[in-house]
């Protein structure tokens, strides 16, 4: 399996430097990479702290902006030893109210950027790295990937991000609900006829797949594609019916610490 590609580590001095991240700046694109490959990239309240700084701090010019992961997977989804952490230091959920609630934060500002957002998948994609790559505009996946939805098999609801209301109206709620009940892992050219990606090459053609799709819409003028963006989030933001997001963070946190304070009691059944 070929790495990706290294990018040069950039940072601006408001932010300070980035442990979780590496960043890289080409002319009007910006490269964000998920950068702590040796626990699959995941998701933590240090990198969701980043990815906000990042995200709410774009510089001039940026047009684009691609999200992409170091080492063999994307992101294989939150950082469940965290979430323990977290119940221990605040068995009633605090903390994991205040990392939900940036999860929602990070995605709402993928999807809301000014610059297009662009997710570019390979190896594994879990949970709540499926959440970060559905908030980007545009996905691209290499065709060994792969995506699954585990949560419920955790003791976990699915609520992380939005995840849920993307996935209810990119998909469609039959097969939200298949894929959300089972768990099941889905490949690269299952996710494309779900339009959980918009285009499946082999990996080594993922950058200029990427390309491909930068080069028109950096050509765009400025104000006609912030409009078109907003435009296209108001108009499918309905469809969705009912957008809950906002209560991930509380039902995650009611969940996670009712699990949590029945271990300690010794009334969890365990399958």
Excluded at 180 to 209: H, I, W, Y
Aim: charged share 20%; glycine share 10%; with cysteine.
């Amino acid at each position: 399996m070929n790495a990706p590609q290294s990018l040069p580590c950039t940072t601006t001095p408001t932010l300070g430097p980035l442990r979780t991240l590496r960043t890289g700046r080409r002319g009007p694109v910006l490269d964000i990479e998920l950068h702590d490959p040796d626990q699959g990239n995941a998701v933590t309240e240090a990198m969701l702290d980043e990815l906000l700084a990042v995200l709410g701090a774009p510089e001039p010019g940026v047009r684009v902006i691609v999200l992409s992961g170091a080492g063999d997977d994307f992101c294989l989804g939150g950082d469940r030893t965290e979430y323990t952490d977290f119940l221990d230091h605040d068995p009633t959920g605090g903390g994991i109210r205040t990392s939900a609630t940036k999860g929602r934060l990070v995605c709402e500002a993928l999807s809301g950027n000014s610059a297009v957002t662009i997710a570019k998948v390979h190896g594994k994609a879990i949970g709540a790295g499926l959440g970060l790559a559905l908030a980007c505009d545009l996905r691209v996946g290499a065709d060994t990937c792969s995506f699954r939805l585990p949560e419920l098999a955790l003791g976990l609801p699915t609520a992380w991000g939005g995840l849920l209301p993307r996935l209810l109206n990119e998909i469609g709620a039959a097969r939200v609900r298949e894929l959300v009940l089972t768990g099941r892992s889905f490949d690269a050219q299952e996710a494309l006829s779900l339009s959980v990606l918009q285009k499946v090459v082999p990996e080594a053609q993922l950058d200029d797949a990427i390309a491909a799709w930068a080069r028109p819409v950096v050509r765009r003028p400025e104000g006609a594609l912030r409009v078109t963006k907003t435009l296209l989030n108001s108009y499918t933001a309905p469809t969705r019916l009912a957008d809950t997001s906002a209560l991930d963070a509380e039902l995650m946190a009611a969940v996670l610490a009712a699990t949590h304070y029945a271990r300690k009691e010794g009334t969890v059944h365990h399958m």
